[in-house]
């Protein structure tokens, strides 16, 4: 796979970790850039316009939720990594929560990290937009709809935004209505991972949040169901 033209951002106040970052990354063909605290990470972010970010928790003068929540507050949509303490598993969710598409662990194995990198950015370039499909929309049930080629979700009319996580696991279950997919299943053709161990969670998490914004009435779930001890399903 060519990353050359792949830019990632690392935001991380510890310098070797950056430094062992910058290496393999770029060894992998990414660019790199480097922000050591939360409020350079974020000017960068928006200046800079990177394919990934790769966002530490604890920053100097901003934390890494707080880079992340104001990225998302403004309808930046770029994916986000959030690199955690092995302990904080409260971590892993918050950020899922605020709009981080993906967490890893520190310390954590540079052979996952780089996969997790190439899955992120992989997913954005095939949500890409075709320009011929722009007007291709598919209602998919009730007052909901997805406009495949806009990449827009609506609801009564209105429209709904979602990060690029959730999107994809409700047009993927939306292109499969009935048919249920386990966690470990939905790890594997939404997240792309091979290997998920305990990172299942991700798949509720994303659920909750996506059932948060499209359902009227998230309790109560009509369009996104779960089959209880089997997995979650698009309802038509
Ligand atoms: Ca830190």
């Given at each position: 796979?060519?990353?050359?033209?792949?830019?990632?951002?690392?935001?991380?106040?510890?310098?070797?970790?950056?430094?062992?970052?910058?290496?393999?990354?770029?060894?992998?063909?990414?660019?790199?850039?480097?922000?050591?605290?939360?409020?350079?990470?974020l000017?960068q972010a928006r200046?800079?316009?990177?394919?990934?970010i790769?966002?530490?928790?604890?920053?100097?003068?901003?934390?890494?939720?707080?880079?992340?929540?104001?990225l998302?507050?403004?309808?930046?949509?770029?994916?986000?990594?959030?690199?955690?303490?092995?302990?904080?598993?409260?971590?892993?969710?918050?950020?899922?929560?605020?709009?981080?598409?993906?967490?890893?662990?520190?310390?954590?194995?540079?052979?996952?990290?780089?996969?997790?990198?190439?899955?992120?950015?992989?997913?954005?370039?095939?949500?890409?937009?075709?320009?011929?499909?722009?007007?291709?929309?598919?209602?998919?049930?009730?007052?909901?709809?997805?406009?495949?080629?806009?990449?827009?979700?609506?609801?009564?009319?209105?429209?709904?935004?979602?990060?690029?996580?959730?999107?994809?696991?409700?047009?993927?279950?939306?292109?499969?209505?009935?048919?249920?997919?386990?966690?470990?299943?939905?790890?594997?053709?939404?997240?792309?991972?091979?290997?998920?161990?305990?990172?299942?969670?991700?798949?509720?998490?994303?659920?909750?949040?996506?059932?948060?914004?499209?359902?009227?009435?998230?309790?109560?779930?009509?369009?996104?169901?779960?089959?209880?001890?089997?997995?979650?399903?698009?309802?038509?």
């Open positions: 796979m060519d990353n050359s033209q792949k830019l990632v951002l690392i935001v991380e106040d510890e310098k070797n970790i950056v430094d062992i970052l910058r290496f393999n990354l770029q060894r992998e063909g990414y660019k790199t850039l480097e922000a050591y605290d939360g409020e350079d990470g000017a200046s800079q316009n990177p394919d990934l790769l966002l530490d928790v604890m920053l100097p003068k901003m934390n890494g939720f707080d880079v992340c929540q104001a998302r507050a403004a309808g930046d949509n770029v994916p986000v990594i959030i690199l955690t303490a092995r302990e904080e598993e409260a971590d892993k969710v918050l950020g899922l929560e605020i709009g981080a598409d993906d967490y890893i662990t520190k310390p954590f194995s540079m052979r996952e990290l780089i996969a997790r990198v190439g899955a992120n950015i992989r997913r954005t370039a095939m949500a890409a937009p075709a320009a011929s499909a722009a007007d291709e929309a598919m209602t998919v049930s009730g007052d909901l709809s997805i406009n495949t080629g806009s990449h827009q979700v609506f609801r009564g009319g209105k429209s709904i935004d979602l990060t690029q996580r959730e999107y994809e696991l409700l047009t993927f279950l939306a292109s499969h209505p009935n048919k249920v997919y386990s966690r470990v299943a939905l790890m594997e053709q939404v997240w792309n991972y091979g290997y998920v161990g305990d990172d299942v969670r991700t798949v509720d998490v994303t659920v909750r949040r996506l059932r948060e914004k499209i359902e009227a009435n998230p309790a109560s779930p009509v369009y996104i169901l779960t089959r209880r001890g089997a997995g979650y399903y698009f309802a038509v």
